[in-house]
């Protein structure tokens, strides 16, 4: 494969390596629809079928491996008319409506369309899909129809869906196990055995190892319910009882997961739909591992275990939800590397990059069983536990995860900086693993401003800025615990690192900082994201800050959408690339949250405003993992990415970030206090409530309403001591 460098102007073309595991657009995209539990999800269609379509990723997922790569279903060999396919609220059930065509059998009409309703729920549960279809014949005469499933099953790995080809591979089988049971069986090369069962009720009037079919006469105004459930290396023997149960267990669990969240409700009832559906998404995304709650990156290329991608999440939903952050904190550090480890980027104290637990992992086709190759996760590690320990207090938890954080802060002063001049760089250890290990780790996502890649060691701009807030936040929790000695040694760190990060990055000929310094020191002079980031991290200084805002919000990085990954007047500008010119959400999240340290609000107010109506283009309002850069035209929407995971999770908690930059919540658990620092509110909103805001065992229900740039806020309700005040700065 091949990819067009983004310029007329460079007339190389770059190979896309297999080892940077690209992900293809193999062919059009039709509508699809995920459901997620645990660690299993589906990508169906929108008539809830799988594999009817080409050029999709559908399938049934278990652990990194499709348990299911063809569910068809049909009436009288025909493809049923669709009415409507729709995600529950809270995303835990797909309900499908479905009617037949006209059904011709030797030219003449034997089933006029419309007569039978057909719908059809699917959901997920415990390791299995469950789908009803319940049948409602409208009509005034008696019919009589097939209906007929058609499945089958490849056991591939998601490195295989994704376009990775395998020489190699395991043994399938399929065989009928009773009148109502097929079991699909894998045995692969890494000696384990993998099993799809499917189960129908009532039993079908024919069953062979890939299709089911029944026979079923209907009177007017008669009904009838068939089940379907697919195990996946599960015992079997689902009923239809067990559909019920499921069914209700499912949507039960689905509020368990938010149980301890703050609520905002709007004036703008479309950014209450948005703010709805990105809970939703977080919702489904959150898994309960053995460390408690994590969110998984997204669906379908990421549903599993990201440092970068939790961390970000749950700095983002920290404000409402830091439940999350423990259990980020808590599941990576149980992962923490303690050795080395070439072929897994893997050195003492390094932070999980990537969890896989597919075929191919186990095997080391590709090196994400356990994958340290992110630059970044390691400082961002140590960067949540102390936002955590800012915003709750809970002193348990961080000295339970002190030895890991002390682990991370080593692995920065040694490993982490590869030349030893004070800023980390990454370089692959192995030819196999990411050449770029930043959050833009695309093989050409680093480069100079004449079009060429960048080679490392490579110090990318925001890396220096996450140590430098991690060594801050390190220090304080250092001090709160007694630790004044090492306390003032991260201080001291931290303030040499801003000192040597604005020498060595700021380059006012962009008015921003370099994107990275490559393997000679030689600055990446590109217009990039990453600037704006720095400014998350607070390492910029202040007139540097203001300048670096400046050069976000032009038309060259600010397409009207949001703020670009790169900026549209460089050599490698391309907004329909995945790094070199696309919007990402979290991304603007980060740089809002940026601005708002440095009290710059109205530069938040235009991307907050920016991405809210990119949302209402969207499908179901949901902000994907990215969409194209393109310049924002009047009258029509952002144009979309397509293999960008939607729903995914930094994408999800993007309009929680956006709030707390707008009203600069803050938190000081020692006194008790709840604190907005510049508030106001976009446009947009008039009034923001706010429900169950938490701090300790005390919470309060807040509104704020904007006048004009000014906002005013009243307590609803307040339980325990728990105080709020505003601060202008």
């Given at each position: 494969m091949r990819v067009l460098a983004a310029s007329s102007t460079i007339k190389s073309v770059d190979r896309v390596p297999e080892t940077d595991f690209y992900i293809p657009a193999t062919g059009p995209m039709r509508l699809r629809r995920n459901l997620k539990h645990d660690d299993t999800f589906a990508v169906v269609d929108s008539h809830g079928d799988i594999g009817a379509s080409a050029g999709g990723t559908d399938g049934i997922f278990h652990l990194d491996t499709r348990y299911l790569s063809r569910f068809e279903f049909l009436l009288d060999d025909t493809e049923l008319l669709l009415l409507g396919s729709n995600v529950r609220d809270d995303n835990s059930v797909l309900t499908v409506d479905?009617?037949?065509?006209?059904?011709?059998?030797?030219?003449?009409?034997?089933?006029?369309?419309?007569?039978?309703?057909?719908?059809?729920?699917?959901?997920?549960?415990?390791?299995?899909?469950?789908?009803?279809?319940?049948?409602?014949?409208?009509?005034?005469?008696?019919?009589?129809?097939?209906?007929?499933?058609?499945?089958?099953?490849?056991?591939?790995?998601?490195?295989?869906?994704?376009?990775?080809?395998?020489?190699?591979?395991?043994?399938?089988?399929?065989?009928?196990?009773?009148?109502?049971?097929?079991?699909?069986?894998?045995?692969?090369?890494?000696?384990?055995?993998?099993?799809?069962?499917?189960?129908?009720d009532p039993p079908p009037t024919e069953l062979t190892s890939s299709a089911a079919s029944y026979t079923i006469n209907m009177e007017p105004q008669g009904r009838y319910s068939l089940f379907v459930a697919v195990t996946c290396d599960g015992s079997g023997g689902t009923r239809a009882a067990s559909f019920f149960r499921g069914l209700i267990s499912a949507a039960r669990a689905s509020k368990d997961v938010s149980a301890n969240t703050a609520t905002v409700e709007t004036s703008n009832d479309l950014f209450n739909r948005t703010l709805c559906r990105s809970m939703a998404d977080l919702r489904m995304?959150?898994?309960?591992?053995?460390?408690?709650?994590?969110?998984?990156?997204?669906?379908?290329?990421?549903?599993?275990?990201?440092?970068?991608?939790?961390?970000?999440?749950?700095?983002?939903?920290?404000?409402?939800?830091?439940?999350?952050?423990?259990?980020?904190?808590?599941?990576?550090?149980?992962?923490?590397?303690?050795?080395?480890?070439?072929?897994?980027?893997?050195?003492?104290?390094?932070?999980?990059?990537?969890?896989?637990?597919?075929?191919?992992?186990?095997?080391?086709?590709?090196?994400?069983?356990?994958?340290?190759?992110?630059?970044?996760?390691?400082?961002?590690?140590?960067?949540?536990?102390?936002?955590?320990?800012?915003?709750?207090?809970?002193?348990?938890?961080?000295?339970?995860?002190?030895?890991?954080?002390?682990?991370?802060?080593?692995?920065?002063?040694?490993?982490?900086?590869?030349?030893?001049?004070?800023?980390?760089?990454?370089?692959r250890q192995t030819d196999q693993g990411l050449a770029n290990q930043g959050w833009k780790d695309s093989h050409d996502a680093v480069f100079h401003a004449d079009g060429e890649l960048a080679k490392g060691p490579i110090a990318l701009a925001e890396v220096q800025g996450y140590v430098f807030m991690a060594k801050r936040l390190a220090a304080r929790a250092a001090r709160r615990l007694g630790s004044?000695?090492?306390?003032?040694?991260?201080?001291?760190?931290?303030?040499?690192?801003?000192?040597?990060?604005?020498?060595?990055?700021?380059?006012?000929?962009?008015?921003?900082?370099?994107?990275?310094?490559?393997?000679?020191?030689?600055?990446?002079?590109?217009?990039?994201?990453?600037?704006?980031?720095?400014?998350?991290?607070?390492?910029?200084?202040?007139?540097?800050?203001?300048?670096?805002?400046?050069?976000?919000?032009?038309?060259?990085?600010?397409?009207?959408?949001?703020?670009?990954?790169?900026?549209?007047?460089?050599?490698?500008?391309n907004p329909m690339s995945y790094h070199n010119g696309s919007v990402w959400p979290h991304d603007n999240a980060l740089i809002a949250l940026g601005f708002a340290r440095y009290g710059l609000k109205r530069p938040i107010n235009?991307?907050?405003?920016?991405?809210?109506?990119?949302?209402?283009?969207?499908?179901?309002?949901?902000?994907?993992?990215?969409?194209?850069?393109f310049r924002r035209r009047r009258g029509r929407g952002p144009t979309l990415y397509p293999v960008a995971c939607a729903p995914q999770a930094w994408a999800a908690a993007t309009p929680f970030a956006l709030l707390q930059a707008s009203l600069g919540l803050s938190f000081n658990p020692k006194q008790n206090e709840i604190r907005l620092i510049n508030p106001h509110l976009p446009s947009f909103l008039d009034e923001v409530i706010i429900r169950e805001l938490r701090l300790g065992n005390s919470s309060l229900n807040l509104a704020i309403v904007r006048h004009g740039e000014q906002v005013s806020m009243r307590v609803l309700r307040r339980e325990g001591q728990l105080r709020v005040s505003a601060i202008h700065t």
């Open positions: 479905l009617t037949n065509p006209d059904i011709y059998v030797d030219e003449q009409l034997v089933l006029q369309r419309d007569v039978l309703h057909i719908s059809r729920t699917v959901f997920l549960w415990r390791d299995a899909a469950y789908q009803r279809f319940h049948i409602h014949n409208h009509g005034g005469e008696k019919v009589s129809f097939r209906l007929s499933f058609t499945f089958s099953n490849d056991f591939a790995d998601i490195f295989e869906v994704r376009g990775i080809r395998r020489e190699r591979r395991g043994l399938a089988t399929a065989r009928v196990t009773d009148r109502n049971n097929v079991v699909l069986s894998y045995n692969g090369l890494d000696d384990k055995s993998r099993s799809s069962e499917l189960t129908f995304l959150i898994t309960e591992t053995e460390q408690g709650p994590y969110p998984y990156a997204g669906i379908p290329w990421y549903s599993t275990t990201f440092g970068r991608d939790g961390i970000i999440t749950a700095i983002q939903m920290l404000w409402c939800d830091p439940g999350i952050a423990r259990g980020v904190l808590k599941r990576l550090a149980a992962y923490q590397a303690k050795s080395f480890d070439p072929i897994s980027d893997a050195e003492p104290g390094k932070i999980l990059h990537e969890m896989r637990s597919g075929e191919m992992a186990m095997l080391r086709e590709v090196p994400f069983g356990l994958y340290y190759g992110s630059v970044d996760s390691t400082p961002l590690f140590v960067v949540l536990a102390g936002l955590y320990f800012e915003r709750t207090g809970d002193r348990a938890t961080i000295l339970e995860l002190w030895p890991q954080i002390e682990a991370a802060l080593a692995w920065m002063d040694g490993p982490g900086d590869v030349d030893c001049d004070g800023f980390i760089e990454y370089h004044e000695a090492l306390a003032d040694r991260l201080d001291t760190q931290a303030t040499e690192l801003a000192v040597r990060f604005e020498a060595a990055f700021w380059c006012p000929e962009i008015g921003a900082y370099a994107f990275a310094l490559d393997g000679e020191k030689r600055q990446c002079k590109v217009r990039t994201s990453n600037a704006g980031q720095v400014l998350f991290t607070g390492v910029a200084s202040r007139e540097h800050a203001f300048a670096v805002a400046d050069t976000l919000m032009r038309p060259e990085l600010f397409s009207g959408w949001g703020i670009r990954t790169v900026s549209r007047e460089e050599r490698r500008y235009r991307v907050f405003k920016g991405l809210f109506e990119a949302a209402t283009y969207m499908d179901i309002s949901r902000l994907p993992e990215l969409f194209c850069g």
